[in-house]
């Protein structure tokens, strides 16, 4: 797109505040008019529009993934005369945020420390400082950081999350649940439900694992942590609630391999072999490529007496191994089978 075009989109611009139109306008633009627009602005005379557009430019830039022009913006920003201190804070955190979009985190930690310079007592830069440190592994800084949050607002749930991931990125599961249990049940997304989860199944601590996911899946009904309560029923040994909650989700996704697996595998469990054949002779229509089922599937043709067909499927099983342990485990099992009268 030419500069002539450009400049009629900054004209349109202009004129947003007149005809009420916004300057959402921008963006349709393509990288090249972006930079063009860049260069018309930097003619403008008026401070306040140059301003106005500059930031409309710079949240554009973003949303077209042109971090590189929409950092140049933030600096042209930062050197204008006069800049307003709440403004000047705003530009540092943009720019602190674009770097941690890129994965420059020591140039982000740099502009946040600017950020919060300009205002000591705000939390939310706090917290993005907490985080840079949590994603550099630097802990015991990120654990600081997340305490000074705290200290300013001993509600905050990001902070209580945050000093919980310092612990259990260390797997240190018992400090990591001395502050997610601290946060608001509402608060609570998928994400730190399955931390939660993974803290209490370590902690051998079953019946809070599953109580905490009952009531997040009452609402909720993701089924890869509905799955997730399933397993952890087995963990407990109710394998007729995880066997129902694993028939119910096979109904919405019949062709999910994992489940028909994991199914099969529960069914074997509790003795069931005719149900678990018929899971892996489903499993293994939707993915006939894993030893594993093979293995199993000799197995139970075993325990059903029928020794040939035993014997065929350890066969298959040794031949699609693909590591020793499991070449070794179908021999073992192809040995008895041959010795067995």
Known sequence: MNKIIAYILLLFAFSSSVFGVDNDMIVSCDSQSLCEINEIIDTTKNKKKKIRLLESLAVKSMEAN????????????????????????????KLGDIYGFKKEYILSMQNY??????YKKNIDI???????????????????????????????????NGLGDVFYRQEIYTKAMKY??????????????????DCYRNLNRIDEAISILKAFTIKNKNPELLFLLGLLYIDKNEYMQARDLFLELIKQDEKNFKLCLYL????????DNVNAKKMFNRAYAINSSYAAIDFMQAKIAYK???????????????????????KDQAQRLLNFLNAVK
Not at 113 to 118: D, N, P, Q, T, Y
Not at 181 to 197: A, C, P, R
Not at 264 to 271: G, V
């Open 180 to 197: 997610y249990s601290q946060i608001n049940s509402e608060d609570y997304n998928e994400e730190s439900v399955v931390k939660i989860v």
């Open 264 to 271: 099969a595998s529960l069914y074997d469990l509790i003795e």
């Open 66 to 93: 042109q971090y590189d022009l929409a950092m140049d913006i933030y600096v042209k920003l930062l050197v204008l005369k006069k800049i307003p201190k709440n403004k000047k804070f705003q530009y540092y955190v």
């Open 304 to 326: 059903m007496g029928n020794l040939p067909e035993a014997k065929k499927y350890a066969r298959d099983s040794y031949s699609k191994a693909k590591t020793v342990f499991v």
């Open 113 to 118: 420390r600017k950020a919060m310079f300009l």
């Open 126 to 160: 706090r917290l993005k400082v907490g985080s840079i440190f949590l994603k550099s592994n630097l802990y015991n800084l990120a654990e600081d950081t997340f305490l000074d949050a705290l200290d300013i607002n001993k509600n905050s749930s990001v902070a209580k």
